[in-house]
């Protein structure tokens, strides 16, 4: 997918000679990704603000790594695997080693590559199961930068979560500890399989959004299509999300996220999918839209009838809610039972 980048990066030669070199030696930094952080709001409370809010930098997908791995480990990322294993053992492409302090270099790109080893810190904990102290965040970012802290976790944050679409939520230990938590709830939040592993909602929110932009129905081939858009291929195990086929085609329609049928009419017999009762009731058209305008930055044409759409979605469902509340308070009044009570 082509990125664009905002204009007023263009002319500084030197940072850009600096990336260039960075990049040669296999140490790339996903600078668009910060970028994206700062101008895509994280919430929509209502559809006109959705399609104005729209990004101009695209971020960082889901074919990309944290940051570029080695090439033994890039090589790992795409080996076609007839298993269904994760292999969440493996470590994580290896961050780019860059000073803080590299003379002669922006302030601005500093701070993104401090972003780069935080999300990487985080995204590595989460794998493991290991605890986010925010001291040993503050020795990843340095005392230099320590006064920024709680920007760059915010910009930090939104990173993770349009790529991984889990929420950075701060615990109640005293040690001010933070955890990654799963805009669904999938198995293991968000890792699927029991252990270890890396958190598989932003791969069930994309597919979710390739669903409702087929108008709610996709067929194998459409979604696959799309899927390749982000590297991600069946048959070829993902780095983040291990082999795709057996967790879109078998996994989520087990757990009841995806619904899956055979086209009618079909010859050899071919299958679509349409959300499961667990998406509908877990998500909303809404919150898919908003996660697909953070993450995507090519926007289907249709997108603003979608919109409206999932907008009439959310008051038919506020209004029936209304009801239901209004019915039991009805019951109670008259000291009769209420639906739970019975």
Not at 69 to 78: D, I, N, Q, W
Not at 149 to 166: C, G, H, N, Q
Request: with cysteine; aromatic share 6%.
């Amino acid at each position: 997918m082509p990125r664009r980048r905002k204009s007023k990066r263009q002319g500084r030669q030197t940072q850009q000679q600096a990336q260039g070199e960075t990049q040669s030696r296999g140490h790339a930094q996903a600078t668009a990704a910060a970028a994206a952080a700062e101008s895509t709001p994280s919430s929509f409370p209502q559809c006109e603000d959705l399609l104005q809010s729209l990004p101009d930098v695209e971020p960082r997908s889901t074919g990309q790594q944290l940051q570029e791995a080695p090439p033994g480990a890039t090589a790992s990322t795409h080996t076609t695997s007839d298993e269904a294993s994760d292999d969440e053992d493996q470590d994580m492409p290896r961050t780019a080693e860059v000073p803080l302090n590299t003379e002669g270099s922006h302030k601005g790109y500093l701070v993104r590559n401090v972003i780069d080893l935080l999300e990487h810190f985080l995204v590595h904990r989460y794998k493991l199961k290991q605890p986010m102290l925010k001291e040993d965040m503050l020795k990843i970012i340095g005392e230099e930068y320590e006064y920024q802290f709680p920007e760059i976790l915010k910009k930090t944050a939104k990173r993770i979560e349009s790529l991984f679409a889990v929420d950075l939520k701060e615990g109640d230990s005293p040690r001010r500890s933070y955890d990654l938590v799963s805009k669904l709830k999938l198995p293991n939040n968000g890792r699927v399989r029991p252990g270890r592993g890396f958190p598989k909602t932003g791969l069930v929110m994309r597919v979710l959004g390739i669903i409702l932009l087929q108008d709610n129905c996709a067929t194998e081939e459409d979604m696959w299509k799309h899927l390749r858009g982000m590297s991600i291929y069946p048959g070829r195990r993902h780095f983040f999300y291990g082999e795709p086929r057996k967790l879109i085609t078998q996994t989520l329609v087990r757990l009841k996220y995806l619904e899956c049928r055979q086209v009618p009419g079909s010859d050899p017999p071919r299958c679509e999918f349409l959300w499961g009762p667990k998406a509908h009731a877990e998500t909303s058209r809404m919150k898919i839209l908003e996660f697909i305008a953070n993450t995507e930055k090519e926007i289907p044409s249709a997108f603003p009838s979608f919109c409206e759409e999932a907008l009439q979605d959310e008051e038919e469902k506020a209004q029936v809610r209304a009801a239901a509340n209004l019915g039991t308070t009805g019951h109670a009044q008259k000291g009769l039972p209420t639906s739970t009570e019975v």
